[in-house]
């Protein structure tokens, strides 16, 4: 098992250099230049070239993604031939383009935020999903299934862009019935932390949740057909313990892969969600490094992002191997 | 200043706009008067109370509030409250006062406007109680410097107004590069027990004391310059100092308790704090103020035109109407917009005149959005400015006139096909090429429209060669109220080179031109000089052909019932010098 | 005195879009204490749903249950749902016959088994270890304790069925219905198991119900047989009677079918035709079609009118449901001597 795990996290670590090596090169192949929007009017062809400079940006690509790699380990200085040359501590990711300040100070203070929303929204809709999916399963074809089934189609369906505005303008600003979504960190003030991000948490919950409300249902209405169960029941166990431990447990295994790979990649920015809800976490920093041609910043969202996803499907692999007795217990 | 995506990003998005009580217009040189004796306390309008805390809510934050990298006006009206500038705009009811701010007096000017002096205040406060000095004020100016000629620029992003108009007879590369060095161009010195500052000019220029409103001519204490990060960290001689600053998401304001009232004759600050949120939807914004409520009440925000993404239609609008009577401004901006003709590749006139007849401005408004998307035009510059004047360019019909087009047509030699690049960027701007596509060959002119991929975009409108664009949109918008800010940046025939032209996309290489635009910048009179900017104006429209004229930009602001003090400031975005909060324990 | 399980014209039948299955009609059948039942037929013939039916797993579902069924004067057609868990483990038991499938993938075997004794009895979880290892020791898996703690695929096939007995008896039920519990394993394995059974109850004077299509099987293992074919019982009795006096054809072709080591039979007798389907309750008698005898009957009469379960003397207990005389019987169906064995 020890070895299985070393052998994934060593590939694991190879694909995040590589995905950073192909947003370095796809940057630079956009034609657009980065220096031309830090310039200013009137930007003369030498202020471009010195801006180009100082972002060491004219410099070949491999040598641009060595420094920014030999960075990460042990920090880097910009223009150590200048007058005031840059320092950067390790894990080094460079200077914002735009505000100059350091990107791994960025990430530092607007992952929090992306946090919170990405895992009390994913709680919230696992166990609710879960929940309904099992009451649906359980009544099959019964009113509360064919409610739950609605419930689902309607909500997958939506759009958090559209939904956003709508339950913005509705429950926040015309009937005051939820808070104005704000980010204030759980070590100020928990109440207001949660209250703040409520209503992010409850809209981009019930859309996910539809999911894993089907999810649920079709996997537990498969396991519950399943010979163990009637070996079960016959066993004279009462029905809650029937279904929960042995019928839940036995669908559970896609719906938290699923959720793994859920997380991982909400854990590097839910940029709609964020967007709409005046959020500010990586998924809108993204955004906006992205608009704003910011390099340091585009890779640093990326490498953010990449990281969890990657990260998510490493132990998503793990605990599918924990999870199931057949693999995990080589013969 | 360009008005395109670049000056977009440089938080253009704040505004770049006008503002108008209900449907009054401004009448045109608004700008046109000077206070030399102009003291503080700063004039109050009626129903102005002090204290409370006024909120803003915008989508993009300023990009710099270092004034020397500041560029936008939207970041020079907030910085406003932060720093102080050498002279300074007085907006009392829509009508601007050019007044000294750092200055006591509007400056003199000697040596043919080639050399100018200002008296300074004594005294003008620093958060920590020092006070302004005139080698503080020499500091920030010289900082301008930096980045343009440097080993690596630290200042990106500000105007090179300074260090163009500047006489630098030493080489000056800035604080950083040259520390030793000394600016020619500026000194200080004492008349009696005040101060005083003088500037020698590489050029003459009758409105320096204008230039000197910028961000550029602030004062800048240098044990607490902190270079790149000063963004972020201003150290205020305003009414207010930084309490919080975080980049994207937030900025408070506080009182400046050391800020003298008496020593201001341009800001109220009447509100105790200012908190401004950025990063929020423009949606939940427009909505929150629709129906203010919550933050709304006590606060303002770019409404959906000024954010320069999306566009009312005329349908909205009309819905709209009732409230921004009530509770907003909705009146034109300082932003003009044109069909730029390359002479170059466009060299007979009478194709170019045929241009201008053809052109259906009504149909190619409606593709950008219709009525809000502004008000046309038949001047480069906007109303609010000296150098507007009404006339006619080929015809006053918005749907342009296809007969006299073809008149023209009858007179042109080759009738080459025209090219008109377009950024590929939105839907808008493909119906706009095709709208305008079908209006020209009505007249018979050959059009093809050519998309360009937005991230080039502005790059290729600047560039030479065989596949330079025949025919664009361009817009601009001025960087103080004076026409002396838009023709020479865009119509100088030095920006024309060999690979690049920077501005003037109409690629103008007129001797005569330039010399009516060095005899306008020159004229110190500002009825004299409007005068002469009309002139320049009509020469580039009628007299060479060189534009189609188009529309001149809309602006709109919300505010909550509880703020008041908003006025049209030809200064462009909002002025927030006098605002307040109506009921400040709301 | 009444039988330990009682059976009374037990009916099952299943709503279904194309309409209705009878899975079983009118099936009615005792069983004392300590004995063992062969319930013998061919899948279809409602052996599996009769057992179903008796441990009460088809109270939640869509089938309709008539008739009654005693189990130690407790009826159990009526019972709710909450009373047959209470009995299910502790008075009656099942097996069944894909033990891999039947057992819980993702949880320990002696776990599991332990589970089902926590269920019934308030113990401790060591206790319920203990005895769930007793359990495991007691139906011969060697190295119990070790064994508590594997997962049911880390098992064989004889082991695992092995396993399923010890949780099916760790609550000492007294009845235990056995579904085909040897069907899928090997010859050798197939006779340690019903070893297994019989000493089982012989220890713990347990009736066994023994559900199979083997009627080989039957005659190792029960004391009496009920012979199925489609949802009716066609003939019942001793084993040694059915079996060597079949009073039945579907019996007799039962019988017939095996194949004799013996003899130099090149050729080898199968029943004609398909098993009926059972949307339709046939009116007459449901073997009919397939009967070799048939025409021994006057008029047609097996196809218009259901035999009643009869014995043919007032002293006999075998019963069957057939027109044929008693004379032809004699002459007619005689099945193999394979009893000697």
């Known amino acids: 098992m020890l070895k299985y795990f070393s052998r994934r996290l060593i590939s694991a670590l190879l694909l995040l250099f590589f995905v950073i090596f192909v947003t370095f090169t796809l940057f630079m192949a956009v034609p657009a230049d980065p220096a031309r929007l830090s310039c200013g009017k009137t930007c003369s062809e030498e202020t471009r070239m010195r801006i180009r400079h100082a972002m060491e940006i004219d410099l070949p690509i491999q040598e641009q993604y060595l420094r920014f790699v030999k960075g ?25 383009f735009r505000s100059d300040e350091d990107v791994t100070q960025t990430l530092l203070r607007r992952a929090p935020v992306t946090f919170s929303l990405a895992l009390g929204a994913s709680i919230i809709w696992l166990f609710g999903g879960v929940l309904l999916g099992m009451a649906s399963a359980l009544r099959r074809g019964k009113f509360i299934d064919k409610a739950v089934q609605s419930f689902a189609l309607f909500f997958s369906s939506l759009q958090i862009y559209l939904i956003g505005w709508v339950v913005s303008l509705y429950l926040v600003i015309k009937h005051h019935i939820l808070p104005t979504p704000t980010y204030v960190s759980p070590f100020d003030s928990v109440t207001a932390w949660a209250s703040g991000m409520l209503l992010p948490w409850l809209t981009l919950a019930f859309i996910s949740m539809a999911g894993y409300a089907r999810l649920t249902r079709a996997g537990m209405i498969e396991t519950l057909s399943e010979d163990f169960i009637r070996t079960a029941r016959s066993n004279g166990l009462t029905k809650t313990r029937v279904q929960f431990r042995h019928g839940l447990r036995a669908a559970i295994t896609p719906i938290v892969t699923i959720f793994g790979l859920d997380l991982g990649g909400l854990l590097g920015g839910a940029v709609i969600t964020e967007s709409t809800f005046g959020l500010k976490g990586i998924g809108t920093l993204s955004l906006e490094a992205v608009y704003e041609l910011d390099l340091p910043l585009i890779i640093g969202t990326v490498i953010f992002g990449a990281f969890f996803i990657i990260m998510a499907n490493l132990i998503v692999d793990m605990l599918y191997a924990a999870l199931d007795p057949k693999v995990r217990i080589s013969k | 200043m360009k008005k395109n995506r670049t000056a977009m990003l440089l938080a253009m998005a704040l505004g770049s706009t006008a503002l108008v009580v209900g449907s009054v217009l401004p009448a045109a040189n608004a700008a046109s008067g000077q206070n030399a004796k102009a003291v503080g306390p700063a004039p109050k309008i009626a129903g102005t109370k002090i204290g409370g805390t006024l909120n803003y809510t915008g989508k993009s934050d300023y990009a710099h509030l270092d004034p020397q990298r500041c560029y936008s006006t939207g970041c020079g009206n907030f910085g406003r409250l932060l720093w102080r500038t050498l002279t300074g705009y007085q907006n009392v009811n829509g009508k601007l006062t050019l007044v000294g701010d750092l200055a006591s007096d509007v400056g003199v000017a000697s040596n043919g406007s080639k050399t100018w002096t200002f008296k300074l205040r004594p005294n003008i406060k620093w958060e920590d109680g020092t006070t302004t000095t005139c080698a503080e004020l020499e500091y920030g100016i010289k900082r301008s410097f930096d980045g343009t000629d440097a080993t690596s620029p630290l200042l990106t ?27 020619s161009g500026v000194s200080c010195g004492k008349s009696g027990s005040v101060e005083t500052i003088t500037f020698n000019l590489t050029q003459a220029s009758g409105d320096f004391n204008q230039q000197t409103t910028m961000g550029a001519y602030a004062a800048v204490k240098p044990s607490k310059d902190t270079k790149a990060s000063y963004d972020n960290q201003v150290f205020s001689n305003g009414p207010y100092k930084i309490e919080t600053r975080v980049y994207k998401d937030k900025t408070i304001v506080v009182r400046n308790t050391y800020w003298d009232a008496k020593t201001d004759p341009i800001r109220v600050a009447a509100p105790d704090k200012i908190d401004l949120l950025f990063g929020q939807d423009s949606v939940n914004t427009n909505n929150l103020y629709i129906e203010n409520t919550g933050r709304a009440v006590n606060g303002f925000a770019n409404g959906p035109l000024a954010q320069n993404t999306s566009l009312i239609y005329d349908s909205e609008l009309d819905a709209l109407q009732p409230i921004f009577e009530k509770r907003g401004f909705y009146g034109p901006s300082i932003v003009t917009d044109w069909l730029a003709i390359n002479v170059e590749k466009v060299t007979d006139i009478n194709l170019r005149k045929a241009i201008q007849c053809a052109f259906n401005k009504e149909s190619a408004r409606a593709t950008l959005g219709g009525k809000s998307l502004g008000d046309y035009t038949n001047s480069l510059t906007p109303t609010m400015l000296g150098g507007y004047s009404k006339y006619t360019v080929c015809t006053d019909n918005p749907k342009g006139d296809v007969a006299a087009a073809k008149a023209y047509m009858a007179k042109v030699k080759t009738n080459k096909e025209i090219t008109f690049v377009y950024s590929n960027a939105t839907k808008d701007s493909e119906n706009m090429a095709l709208s305008l596509q079908s209006s020209l060959t009505k007249a018979g002119i050959k059009v093809k429209i050519k998309p360009i991929d937005s991230t080039t975009y502005y790059d290729i409108l600047e560039q030479q060669g065989p596949d ?48 009516m635009m060095k005899a ?15 002139g320049v104006d009509k020469y580039i429209t009628n007299t060479i052909a060189a534009v189609v004229p188009f529309y001149q930009g809309k602006t709109l602001y919300w505010n909550g019932s509880n703020v008041g003090g908003i006025y049209f400031s030809p200064m462009a975005s909002m002025d927030w010098a006098n605002l307040y909060l109506k009921d400040p324990k709301k | 005195m009444s039988s330990f399980l009682e059976v009374k014209d037990l009916s099952v039948r299943f709503p279904v879009e194309s309409g209705v299955v009878h899975a079983v009609n009118g099936i009615s059948f005792n069983l004392e204490s300590g004995k063992s039942l062969g319930i013998v037929g061919e899948s279809g013939s409602g052996k599996s749903v009769t057992s179903l039916a008796i441990m009460g797993l088809l109270k939640e579902s869509s089938a309709q249950i008539s008739g009654s ?19 299910r483990s502790t008075k009656i038991s099942m097996i069944f016959q894909d033990s891999l499938a039947a057992l819980n993938p993702y949880f320990r075997i002696g776990k599991q088994i332990a589970e089902v004794y926590q269920a019934h009895n308030k113990v401790s979880k060591a206790d319920a270890k203990n005895r769930a290892i007793e359990m495991l020791d007691r139906v011969g898996i060697p190295n119990a304790a070790k064994r508590f703690s594997d997962y049911p695929h880390q098992f064989s096939g004889g082991m695992r069925q092995r396993a399923m007995i010890a949780m099916a008896l760790v609550c000492n039920p007294k009845l235990l219905i056995a579904d085909e519990p040897t069907t899928a394993l090997d010859v050798t394995v197939q006779s340690q198991i019903l070893e297994l059974l019989k000493d089982i109850q012989k220890e713990f004077a347990t009736s066994i119900i023994f559900i199979t299509h083997d009627i080989g099987v039957i ?3 029960a004391d009496d047989v009920l012979v199925m074919y489609a949802g009716r019982a066609v003939e019942k009795g001793s084993v040694v009677s059915v079996l060597t006096k079949p009073q039945h054809p579907y019996s007799w072709s039962l019988l017939s079918s095996i194949p004799d080591l013996n003899s130099h039979v090149t050729k080898f007798h199968s029943i004609s035709g398909m098993p009926p389907s059972m949307l339709e309750l046939s009116k007459g008698c449901a073997f009919e079609p397939r009967c070799d005898f048939k025409s021994h009957v006057a008029g047609g009469r097996c196809a218009m009118e259901l035999p009643d379960l009869h014995s043919l003397a007032e002293s006999q207990t075998q019963q069957s449901r057939c027109f044929l005389s008693n004379s032809d019987r004699e002459e007619l169906l005689v099945p193999r001597q394979f009893l000697d064995k």
Request: hydrophobic share 35%.
């Open chain 1, 72 to 96: 990460i380990f042990v920090g880097r200085t910009y223009n150590k031939e200048s007058v005031e040359p840059r320092k950067c501590d390790a894990p080094c990711l460079g200077f914002s």
């Open chain 2, 157 to 183: 992003g500000g105007i090179s107004y300074a260090s163009v108009f500047i006489e630098n007879k030493n080489g000056y590369k800035g604080p950083y590069e040259t520390p030793d060095k000394t600016l």
């Open chain 2, 468 to 515: 330079a664009p025949d025919l664009m949109l361009y817009g601009w918008a001025y960087d103080w109220p004076n026409a002396s800010t838009v023709y020479p940046p865009l119509f100088d025939s030095s920006l024309v080179g060999a690979s690049l032209v920077g501005e003037n996309k109409s690629r103008v290489k007129d001797k005569k031109l330039d010399a």
């Open chain 2, 520 to 534: 306008a910048s020159a004229e110190s009179n500002p009825t004299k000089q409007a005068a002469l900017w009309a």
């Open chain 3, 69 to 87: 069924i005693f189990l130690d004067g407790q009826e159990l057609v009526t019972a709710s749902e909450r009373d047959m868990q209470k009995i």
């Open chain 3, 219 to 221: 005659s190792e293992f």
